[in-house]
């Protein structure tokens, strides 16, 4: 299967930053946290759908710049007590070029 | 193997050390607890609900079976631990049932004191203290008609008001003069006592019970004196003694009760005590806030983190006896060293009395409206010096402009439905739901829960009310407040860290002071990143990952995503050729709104990421510069027309003001910083709410500090007055300096100068001229490293963070 698609390079995006992918069905934020982990999720907030990508990269969470909603990097759910979930996209690093693989409609569209 | 941890007394203070433990080290223990009670641990605090019919056992309980089962906990109920065996390291049941030891917890509470007098164990008389007490008073309710309460205390006035609620003729019986004497003093306890008589209850002050009569159960009770009162039913709640007879059984050393150091360790090393049946540094403690601070700092050496100790706690009662509002602390009585405050309005029902000693709290005790006990119960606590504003102390914190909760101030009058927090939109009823369904204790469980007063928090004295007369009680320990969960230190400690190790960066202030997340959060990264660059302005590199979005982007964010920008104009004052550039950019970028700032700016709303640096570029290139309206930083000076213009103008206020901005702007704050220069003491340019605002007058310039105009509305205290405009500029370094350097991260000067009090303020920029030279050198210093358009920068520099990494489609 090759529906992944390269969006750029790691050093493009800051460490404990993120850095936006537009598609047709809205943006993906591209997550790197101080470890060089990389995340791909819907850069939309569960709560008012703040965009994420915004927001103070910390450990393996993001902190939604609108209201501090804390959002895990790994599942995309709200840090408890707060509930909700933003979408989480398959990601990869091959020689610090990233790609990442977006469900069927999305991937059509492109 | 893991070890054997056992728990004895299935109980509030027991269950929530385990909850602490097993959410730092869950595989740590085999675990196994003993309950006398036939159930899982419920909320005591809330037996009084029950009996009065507002609730059932069901909505109390806090950990049912199955909590004890999904997390492998043995659960006895139902048996009594007879005997420790101390050299073997096992426990014994009366019925038979042992288990072994390495590490044993004992949480065995507290009994009701049973007045010795004759028939007292006669059936018909109880404590109140556990569920079967609760089933006891309501079968007898059903069937008989009087009660006598013993003791009238909070246990017994509530459950006097349960009784009546269930329909029996009630009487309390106290021995003193005084309802509540160790939470009243006497007038509110008249205020009381009179508000409790039209509910129906019946007293019976200043007498002692002499002996309860009856053959085969109670008929009727008899008091010194000689009057004898008809009863079906007595209730002893005359106090509770901590329970140590196992304790003291198994030889651990017990005085009033089982003695613990400060890791809640008794004499006894593998035997650690917690809750009611302790006594610590010579206190016993019956509240729910200590209980579960021992709980967690016990949690912790049981998990052999070694770190963490109880130290006491200071203890507030905030109680709703039947719908009363009732709020008291510390020493209230007073005595010859002590002065007292008083307010009495009995037609509204208000009574409030403060006790200085030193021109600090000593005890608070108010009645009918408490929304400011929280606040005299933090001045008490923390010891500050009342001096700068004893003439309103008495009208409370939140005595004039508070916005946001309509006006209440008394919780219990407010129905279900009514708004408590404006800003998140939360009822009383959503807040009260919240605490009795996921079992909230803490203002902060509540706020993380509900959000109510989790934003601007002007309703923070309602929701402590509605906790309080939710919870059954509420209290807060002396602990000092750290900086975050990713450590242990408050601002002050990481302050000093940063300035005497001189660490100036992050990294270096997580490394030294041993911080427990990797990299932090987001509130602790700004934080560190602001005190490394107002300590070290020439050293300190700033980290954009580290600051909030607005101040990474140079704009700000709004709902949707776009962001709004706001040029400077110094002092409000601009030209035909900005407004003109203005323009052209809000058509070019077609930007949807522009409008004019409370801080006489204008604000170009609606701006997408990408463009930001494009727009920034043409606002550069028509001379203007970044209005730093999205940072904690100087926002802005706003100025009348002053002399030039105005006929009332003593001097030349916007002059003044222009040069106040331009000598300020781009220093980094704790908070945002808002000044203001009026031309004369009509005062329009409104510089008595702001952070610094002048008052020309014809003889010079005042100088006022710490106002605000937002959600508490809190006008300026007078700093001083000056001359010259050249000290108007260096008093106002000065003041900024110290605020920089000694406020804590994200504190306006509001309550900063409320904490730090006004006279300090004064005694580092007035009385000192040396310290007040030395701060203004400071900040000019660090203004020589800060006063850099951020703008401009961004153009140059990273114009390609504003892009998406990619576009597909």
């Known amino acids: ?110 | 193997m893991k070890e054997k941890l056992v728990l004895v007394g299935n109980g509030m203070a027991g269950v929530r050390t385990l909850e602490e433990l097993l959410k730092i080290a869950p595989d740590m223990y085999d675990i196994t607890v003993f309950g006398a009670e036939p159930y899982g641990n419920y909320n005591r605090i809330m037996l009084s609900p029950v009996l009065a019919g507002e609730k059932t056992i069901n909505d109390i309980i806090l950990n049912d079976r199955q909590w004890y089962a999904e997390l492998n906990i043995t659960l006895h109920t139902g048996k009594v631990i007879a005997r420790i065996d101390r050299r073997q390291r096992k426990v014994m049941a009366d019925d038979g049932t042992e288990a072994a030891y390495d590490r044993l917890l004992l949480a065995t509470g507290s009994n009701p004191f049973i007045i010795p007098v004759p028939g007292c164990d006669l059936p018909g008389v109880i404590g109140f203290r556990d569920i079967r007490d609760v089933h006891t008073m309501l079968d007898t309710a059903r069937s008989f008609k009087h009660a006598v309460v013993i003791g009238g205390g909070l246990l017994g006035l509530e459950a006097a008001n349960g009784l009546k609620l269930q329909g029996m003729n009630v009487t309390v019986v106290h021995l003193t003069d005084t309802l509540m004497e160790r939470q009243l003093d006497k007038v509110a306890g008249q205020l009381l006592q009179k508000s409790l008589e039209e509910r129906g209850l019946h007293f019976l002050l200043a007498t002692q019970t002499e002996a309860i009569l009856g053959e085969d159960r109670v008929k009727g009770v008899r008091f010194k004196g000689g009057l004898e009162i008809a009863s079906d039913l007595v209730v002893m709640a005359a106090g509770i003694r901590p329970n140590t007879l196992l304790a003291k059984q198994a030889g651990i050393h017990c005085e009033r009760g089982i003695v613990v150091n400060d890791t809640l360790q008794t004499y006894d090393p593998r035997i650690y005590a917690v809750g009611e049946c302790v006594q610590h540094r010579g206190q016993t403690y019956g509240l729910v806030a200590p209980l579960f601070e021992q709980a967690k700092v016990c949690a912790n050496h049981l998990a052999r983190y070694g770190i963490g100790r109880y130290e006491g706690s200071v203890t507030s009662t905030k109680l709703k006896v039947t719908g009363i509002e009732l709020f008291s602390a510390g020493d209230f009585q007073g005595d010859e060293t002590t002065e007292n405050i008083v307010m009495k309005d009995a037609s509204r029902g208000v009574y409030k009395k403060l006790v200085l000693k030193d021109n600090r709290i000593h005890g608070a005790v108010m009645y009918g409206d408490t929304v400011d006990g929280a606040w005299y119960f933090q001045l008490l606590r923390d010891g500050t010096d009342i001096s700068d504003f004893r003439h309103t102390l008495m009208f409370g914190q939140a005595h004039l402009g508070d916005a946001g909760h309509g006006g209440k101030n008394a919780a219990a009058a407010m129905s279900d439905d009514m708004e408590v927090c404006g800003c998140n939109g939360v009822s009383k009823g959503d807040i009260v739901r919240a605490i009795t369904s996921k079992g909230l204790f803490t203002l902060d469980d509540v706020r993380m829960h509900t959000k109510a007063s989790a934003s601007c928090g002007s309703c923070t004295g309602l929701v402590e009310q509605i906790l309080a007369s939710t919870v059954g009680d509420y209290s807060v320990s002396t602990k000092v407040r750290p900086l975050c969960k990713c450590t242990d230190h408050p601002h002050n400690h990481v302050r000093k860290a940063i300035h005497e190790q001189h660490l100036t960066s992050i990294r270096a202030v997580m490394d030294f002071l041993e911080w427990k997340s990797p990299d932090g959060c987001s509130s602790c990264r700004p934080a560190l990143n602001y005190y490394c660059l107002a300590t070290w302005p020439a050293e300190a590199r700033d980290d954009p990952q580290s600051r909030f979005i607005n101040e990474r982007v140079h704009a700000n964010i709004q709902k949707d995503g776009t962001y709004s920008v706001v040029p400077r104009m110094w002092g409000g004052v601009t030209t035909p050729n900005e407004l003109r550039a203005i323009a052209d950019v809000a058509d070019k970028f077609r930007i949807p709104t522009v409008k004019v700032t409370g801080g006489q700016r204008i604000d170009l709303l609606g701006v997408k990421k990408e463009d930001l640096p494009a727009v920034w570029a043409d606002l550069n290139n028509a001379g203007m510069v970044s209005g730093h309206a999205y940072g904690k930083s100087l926002r802005t000076v706003k100025t009348c027309v002053g002399s030039e213009w105005c006929r009332f103008g003593t001097q030349d206020s916007t002059g003044l003001g222009i040069r106040l901005e331009q000598k300020t702007w781009g220093s980094w704050m704790p908070h945002k910083f808002k000044m203001a220069v009026s031309g004369c003491p009509r005062n329009c340019a409104e510089a008595t709410i702001k952070d610094f605002g002048v008052v020309c007058v014809d003889s010079g310039y005042e100088l006022h500090v710490g106002g605000n105009g937002g959600v508490k509305v809190r006008a300026t205290d007078l700093l001083c007055k000056v001359t010259t405009p050249g000290q108007v500029e260096e008093y106002c370094y000065a003041f900024i300096q110290l605020y920089r350097e000694e406020a804590h991260y994200l504190e306006r000067t509001a309550p900063w100068i409320e904490r730090v009090g006004l006279s300090y303020v004064k005694e580092k920029v007035v009385e000192d001229a040396g310290t007040r030279l030395a701060l203004a050198g400071r900040f000019r210093e660090s203004q020589r490293h800060f006063q850099h358009d951020p703008w401009a920068t961004e153009v140059e520099e990273r114009r390609e963070n504003y892009l998406p990494i990619k576009k597909l489609g």
């Open chain 1, 1 to 110: 299967m090759s529906d992944w698609i390269e969006i750029g390079h790691i050093n493009d995006i800051p460490r404990q930053g993120a850095r936006v992918v537009n598609t047709p069905q809205g943006d993906i934020g591209i997550f790197r946290t101080a470890e060089d982990e990389l995340f791909a999720l819907r850069d939309s907030c569960p709560h008012k759908g703040g965009s994420l990508s915004q927001g103070i990269v910390h450990g393996r969470r993001v902190t939604c710049p609108l209201h501090n909603w804390h959002i895990e990097l790994t599942t995309g759910e709200a840090v408890a007590p707060d509930q909700g979930c933003a979408a989480v996209y398959p990601i990869r690093i091959d020689g610090g070029r990233i790609s990442i693989s977006l469900p069927l409609q999305i991937n059509q569209a492109v």
